[in-house]
């Protein structure tokens, strides 16, 4: 089977980040198509006991003190040496039981980018806001016709190949990191398969984003100029 790592970012997620692990490290590898060699942690310039707490958890920390969450997960990448990435966010609302179905469709090789969609599948109550609902279905609709993708969810469950992440030639570096993959993807006119997830409500602290309606609006206005602006590069290439 092919190799994967998970890839963490991480800013001060202390309450949430033993608990992800250990349930990463408790996946019964039988119900999985890939090998997990590793999980890799990156510490996005935390101030509490993230980084401590990983490491005694079982995870490889990286440091990645400049600020972004894009930033955060290209650190990681570079950082892997496995055949495949999965990607979650540290805040432990995803379900680290259903990795098979994010991981399969690519290391069968019948997709080059798998996502599960929490719009397609099961949100606990209060797991998304309503302005995280509104700013999907915004992308999502404003994707479809620039891109030809057909997706509900800009999730940041993920699994894609290293290598063919790498060739994407990512330049995002903030929380406009999920959708330039996407827009990227579809431009290289590489496969995507979005598969149904669970959504949990994060086990403890606030969103960066969603929990501030600031933080709301500026990462929405930087998805959609992420959109635009790939799309404008296309054109100018052609």
Request: hydrophobic content about 40%; glycine content about 10%; aromatic content about 2%.
């Amino acid at each position: 089977m092919p190799t994967a790592t998970v890839i963490i970012p991480a800013l001060n997620e202390e309450g949430n980040i033993p608990t992800l692990i250990a349930e990463i490290l408790a996946v019964d590898p039988t119900s999985l198509p890939v090998t997990i060699t590793e999980v890799i942690v990156v510490d996005n310039g935390s101030t509490d006991a993230t980084a401590e707490r990983a490491r005694a958890a079982g995870a490889r920390v990286v440091p990645e003190p400049t600020p972004g969450y894009g930033r955060a997960c290209h650190t990681g990448l570079l950082a892997a040496t496995t055949d495949l990435v999965v990607f979650m966010d540290g805040d432990r609302s995803e379900v680290p039981a259903e990795m098979g179905l994010v991981a399969g469709p690519v290391a069968a090789g019948a997709a080059d980018l798998g996502i599960g969609s929490r719009v397609r599948g099961h949100a606990e109550p209060g797991a998304l806001s309503p302005q995280q609902r509104v700013g999907n279905r915004v992308a999502t609709l404003v994707m479809r016709p620039l891109y030809g993708v057909a997706i509900t969810d800009l999730g940041p469950y993920r699994c894609m190949r290293r290598e063919t992440l790498l060739g994407l030639g990512m330049t995002e570096r903030t929380y406009g990191w999920p959708v330039e993959m996407i827009a990227r993807v579809a431009q290289s006119g590489l496969r995507i398969a979005e598969v149904p997830v669970t959504c949990r409500r994060r086990g403890s602290g606030v969103s960066k984003v969603s929990g501030n309606l600031r933080a709301s609006v500026k990462t929405a206005y930087r998805i959609l100029a992420v959109i635009v602006g790939v799309r404008r590069e296309r054109g100018r290439t052609a």
